[in-house]
């Protein structure tokens, strides 16, 4: 679409069209099937009334591009410090991406006019290897914090339109799982679409499907939060037995984290809502 949109409107139906203003021209686009991928705030969703449901965040995650990490680039970290959970995605040449989940009682740690000084400074004191990387870095791009919230909706679709990516309701980034919800849902769609699939009722398959994906996801953030970022006097305990359950490979929790890489459909459904690990992280 073009730069400058305003005023989107979408009527759904077996003809459905999208008209929006650039300036003060009008315009009219007639299509078989409109697809709504403008992500969060998404004006097709909201033309429509496709209404999300919500599930509020337990951390809050802040993001900084970084020059100058030192030591080896041969493998990414993951690591819980004092304020939550920290994760360092490198890049090459000495550029990384870096993270920090907190509680949301610290959403506004990293927005102050100081704030990315103090990502950094509260990454180079974690301890061990991690934290010696980080001494060095630099910010090389902003610093941006948003919620960990999940939304989703059961029926992401209408008659002509369907809904994909953020659109259609987004997973908690504390998972880093948005880049392949959006593209698996794209690629179902697409197929759909090749398909014949115009109404409602054909796109029934693909609401079921990434009903279920969500939730395996949003239950898979809930138990790292619950592991390593909700704060509480057994935190660090929490912590430890989240180490040492990964480390072991325990049944009731390591193929839960394992979906997190392999994809949510690899989730064992006996793991249903995931008691089992509540129970092993509240362990006594």
Known sequence: MERGVAGVEVIPGARPQVTYRVGDAHRRVDATVVVGADGRG?????????????????????????DGVGGAADHDAVCDHELGLFLLIHQGGGRARAYHVVPPALRTRYASDGGTQQFLRDAAAIDGPVGAMMTTARAAG??????????????????????????????????GCGLSIAMRDVRIVRDLIVEGARHHADFESYGAERTERMRRLRLLADVINAGCVVPGPDRTQRRARLDAALSEMHPALFPLILGMYAGPEFIPAELGDGTAAYELLRAA
Do not use: K, M
Not at 42 to 66: K, M, T
Not at 156 to 170: M, N, S, T
């Open 142 to 175: 902003p610093c941006a914090a948003v919620a960990g919230t999940d939304t989703w909706t059961p029926t992401p679709y209408l008659d002509g339109v369907v809904l994909v990516g953020d659109a259609a309701g987004h997973n908690d980034p504390t998972a």
């Open 42 to 66: 998404s004006a097709v969703r909201r033309a429509v009334g496709i209404e999300l449901e919500r599930q509020d965040a337990d951390g809050f995650v802040a993001g900084l591009l970084v």
